[in-house]
């Protein structure tokens, strides 16, 4: 059998399996659903492959999709996701142009078809100096060179656990430093609605989560990062003092 071009990797609890809006069937593509949780009733489609999880939080579920991944090319999606038909095939057009890459970011709109973010216009490399607000929906990548460099998802970090974000951040940081080939290119290939239940700017566990993802990536580098960071934007924090513990890094590990 003829291994599928694109894996579409869905992590998904059980209770949300119904919100999940899947694309149109195609020959070239496979379905992962990884679910966290017994209950719920998964899609049946002969394109789908159902995989139910006892673990917790979306990174074991991504890390799940990269050992599973049958396809050339896998993206990873969301109960709220949904894809741009181009966009996919400039994804794997890019792959098949660079045999090297293994982690492409791109990007993503909302529901208006408005960019989420501000976006560079001009293909970059991807390196722990301009990938800190990457999103899981905008990377794809090649799996079978993500599993020879044994590059994952750091499962301490991520939606589900205390350290709620900069999963995908440290997986770009960890991937470099793997010496696998990270590029930005301007291809939007997803959409998410506008509204996101994970910023919590200007609070404890916004800026402690901040502050251990930065230890994660820099190491002993990490306060002068983290310096620049609240110098350049100090309202983030909310306040002069959380400002100063985020800088130091004086929150519980």
Not at 5 to 25: C, D, K, M, N, Q
Not at 31 to 43: D, E, F, K, Y
Not at 180 to 195: A, G, R, V
Not at 206 to 223: E, L, N, Q
Request: hydrophobic share 45%.
């Amino acid at each position: 059998m003829t291994e599928p071009a694109l894996t579409i990797a869905y992590s998904v609890l059980s209770e949300g399996l119904s919100r999940v809006v899947l694309p149109p069937a195609r020959p070239d593509t496979e379905i992962l659903m990884l679910v966290q949780g017994s209950r719920g009733v998964a899609p049946r489609r002969s394109d789908i492959r159902v995989i139910r999880l006892d673990s917790t939080g979306v990174t074991a579920s991504r890390n799940a999709a990269i050992r599973e991944a049958s396809g050339e090319v896998l993206v990873f999606g969301e109960e709220d996701v949904t894809w741009v038909p181009d966009g996919l095939a400039a994804v794997l057009a890019t792959f098949d142009d660079n045999p090297r890459l293994a982690v492409f970011l791109g990007r993503a709109q909302d529901e208006t078809g408005a960019p989420r973010k501000r976006y560079p216009a001009f293909r970059e490399p991807a390196t722990i100096w301009n990938s800190a607000r990457v999103g899981t929906i905008e990377i794809a990548v090649r799996p079978a060179l993500i599993r020879r460099a044994q590059v994952w998802f750091d499962e301490d970090f991520g939606a589900g656990t205390p350290n709620f974000l900069g999963d995908e951040y440290i997986f770009v940081a960890d991937a470099n430093r793997a010496k696998l080939k990270c590029d930005y290119f301007p291809i939007t290939f997803s959409q998410h609605p506008k509204d996101s239940s994970g910023t919590r700017f200007g609070t404890d566990a916004d800026a402690g989560a901040r502050s251990r993802v930065f230890d994660r990536v820099f190491g002993w580098f990490a306060p002068v990062m983290r310096a620049a960071l609240w110098i350049r934007n100090p309202g983030r924090f909310g306040s002069l003092a959380r400002g100063v513990r985020f800088v130091t890094g004086a929150f519980p590990k």
